[in-house]
């Protein structure tokens, strides 16, 4: 929100406790711009990336 400060490190770090302790759970992903493009353009696309 425009205005307001970011996080502090203490309240992400608490934060992040109270999530996991409610059961969340951190999942890592691949970043979107390694995944190949599957858009049915065939042997052309073998190289993009999205």
């Not at 042997?43 to 993009?48: E, G, Q």
Request: hydrophobic share 40%; aromatic share 4%.
């Amino acid at each position: 929100m425009p205005g307001l400060a970011p996080p502090t490190e203490a309240e992400v770090r608490r934060m992040v406790a109270e999530f996991q302790a409610r059961g969340g759970q951190i999942t890592v992903c691949r970043p979107v711009h390694l995944m190949p493009v599957q858009n049915g353009a065939g042997r052309d696309a073998k190289r993009w990336t999205a």
